[in-house]
């Protein structure tokens, strides 16, 4: 009867944890893992670290080091990609299947050693905060945008330049009704650290740090697309702020 039970609430721990940010993470990455046999392997039984994950062809020990350096690695993968995400229900994607790889990649060699899945769910979280539960916060179905002056603009270039304007801002608005209420303020008062140490009510290096977990956060939900820029100046102006070119 204790074993059914512990067995029960194992198995309802599980199903607890499969529906968290965190646990999609893990599906997200252990998808990856096992898929991708040619660059990623599971350590035998029998093996030191036997359950972990290595690159493939290699023999190396189990890693015991320090995890930032793991997340230091991923964060200097380059060219991740995002895809951009609109919905208000649903979690958005930590990123498309290529850069999940790659990021696993990076981290498997930095660490020189095999990582438990725990430990790469670990760094993937530190690497990709988005994908933690976000307040979301519905925005009106439509919205007053500034266009700018076409007067010397083509007819063919300003068909670009609304499709242009069009894409800039329902991806920006996607990415505000991602943002918490504070969230919003923040981005509304950046570069203000007086107003926004007003806003947290706490002191300035405080407010310092809650500005750079906040732009890391709109980097990555901005993503690396080729209007970066519009995107992120539009999701500044919708949040209440100044979106200057400046």
């Known amino acids: 009867m204790g074993r059914l039970l512990r067995k029960s609430i194992r198995y309802w721990l599980i199903d607890q944890a499969r529906q968290t940010a965190v646990g999609a993470v893990r599906r997200a990455v252990e998808k990856v893992l096992a898929d991708d046999e040619k660059d990623f392997e599971q350590v035998s039984s029998g093996e030191p670290g036997a359950g972990r994950w290595r690159l493939a062809s290699t023999a190396v020990e189990p890693w015991s080091g320090v995890i930032d350096d793991l997340v230091t690695a991923a964060r200097a993968v380059p060219n991740v990609k995002i895809p951009k995400w609109s919905s208000t229900t649903r979690r958005p994607p930590m990123a498309n299947r290529a850069s999940i790889a790659a990021v696993i990649h990076a981290v498997l060699t930095a660490a020189e050693g095999s990582l438990e899945i725990a430990q790469l769910v670990e760094v993937f979280v530190a690497r990709f905060p988005v994908v933690l539960d976000p307040t979301t916060v519905p925005l009106p179905d439509a919205m007053e945008l500034d266009a700018p002056d076409r007067a010397a603009l083509t007819p063919e270039e300003q068909v670009i330049a609304v499709e ?83």
Do not use: W
């Open 164 to 246: 242009d304007e069009v894409d800039a801002a329902a991806s920006a608005v996607g990415i505000v009704a991602m943002l918490s209420p504070q969230e919003r303020e923040i981005v509304r008062h950046f570069g203000d650290i007086p107003a926004i140490q007003a806003l947290l009510n706490c002191g300035r290096t405080q407010a310092y740090h809650q500005v750079k977990r906040l732009r890391e956060k709109l980097t990555q939900l901005v993503g690396d697309s080729d209007d970066v820029r519009a995107v992120g100046l539009e999701v500044i102006r919708l949040c209440g702020g100044p979106a200057s070119e400046e």
